[in-house]
């Protein structure tokens, strides 16, 4: 877990991205980190049930929907509360999701063992936008 490899494959590979906890609300971190992702070229498909779209894109309320409608997601980014992630993970394996990622604060190691004994690669606890500037941009 948080390899600089895994990092670096998650970054090249997973061009679609399910952003678990994506709000259209100004300010919030999950916008605007995911804003940016989609800027530079990744496709970003929001998961929450509250909304209708983020960032010109249908949400969709459960992974599940997400999975059913866009083919090819390859990575969950998780902008939720730790206690979440066990529903999240199940999710994943459950769907054949290669990668998650659990944004910063966003802890629950459980899981994530979980999650990496299906082989699913994960990383933990990070900001996927500071490892992608941190990656050249």
């Known amino acids: 877990m948080n390899e600089a490899a ?3 494959e998650i970054l090249d590979r997973a061009k679609t991205i399910a952003v678990v906890g994506l709000t259209n609300r100004e300010g919030r971190a999950s916008l605007g980190v995911s804003r940016f992702m989609q800027s530079r070229g990744y496709r970003i498909v929001p998961v929450n049930p509250r909304i209708e779209s983020a960032l010109g894109e249908k949400a969709y309320p459960t992974l599940d929907a997400a999975v059913e ?4 997601i390859a990575l ?9 992630v066990p529903e999240v ?17 966003v802890i ?3 899981a994530a063992a979980q999650a990496e004994a299906a082989g699913v ?7 996927i936008l500071k490892d992608r ?5």
């Open 6 to 8: 895994t990092i670096r």
């Open 69 to 72: 409608a866009i083919p090819g």
């Open 76 to 84: 969950v980014n998780v902008f939720r509360a730790p206690s979440f």
């Open 89 to 105: 993970v199940n999710d994943v394996i459950k769907l054949k999701i290669p990668y998650l990622w659990l944004q910063e604060g």
């Open 108 to 110: 629950h190691d459980e």
């Open 121 to 127: 690669k994960v990383v933990m606890g990070r900001c």
């Open 133 to 137: 500037m941190a990656a050249g941009w």
